[in-house]
């Protein structure tokens, strides 16, 4: 290379740096979670994915033995098993997050958080399990397995309604079912005070559950997505 050849190539050189400077950083990659999340595992044969977004743990209980409290649990995630036919072959593995307990009262929901009730430091999700399902007639079924909460496992069974039928939402296949229960918040340790708790007067022992869940699949038959700008 002649000495004129390196000038002219050290001066390109020397002039890119500010534009590379100025440059913007590559994209992080981008998951269903959101930017610079990995995308979740692949989904096995015959499972749904719960939606977080159209999907909500309900619950109910009875306040001074006079009016009912409605709340629910906004943030639910897991997998479910099913053959979109037979509601025999249901199998559920969800979580929730304690932390997005909500009643519409502020200060209810930050002692529901405290150690007073679902102590959410040291106990953040709540999950269930199922052992086994059964149909229970036309758009019905039964479902048996273990609720975990606040650091006690128990086993419940839930009468649900559906699975809906499969259906084309485009992108993805979805589902829907709904499903119910009613348990004594006592026989896992939630509990508020000794003296006023003890007979159930101020909060109902009882406590009616029902979890609304949509779920999906991606769909095989489904165009392949936009390229995103950029690509």
Known sequence: MSFKSFTFVAALAVAAVP??????P???AQGPGGPGMAPPPALGPNQWRIDGAHSTA??????????????????????????????????????IDTASITTNNEFRDKDLRSPNFFDVANNPTITFKSKKATAAGAGKFTLVGDLTMHGVTKEVTLAGEGPSAPLNGGRNIVIGASASTTIDRKDWGITW???????????SNEVAITIEIEANKPNPNAPPPPPRPGQ
Do not use: C, E, W
């Open 58 to 95: 309900g619950f109910s209980v009875k306040h001074m033995m006079v009016s009912t409290v409605h709340g629910s649990f906004g943030k639910v995630s897991g997998i479910i098993t099913y053959d979109g036919k037979d509601p025999s072959t249901i199998a559920v593995d969800a979580t």
């Open 193 to 203: 005070n000794r003296v006023l708790d003890s007979g159930g007067v101020t909060v």
């Open 26 to 28: 590559p994209a992080p």
């Open 19 to 24: 534009l590379l400077a100025q440059a913007p």
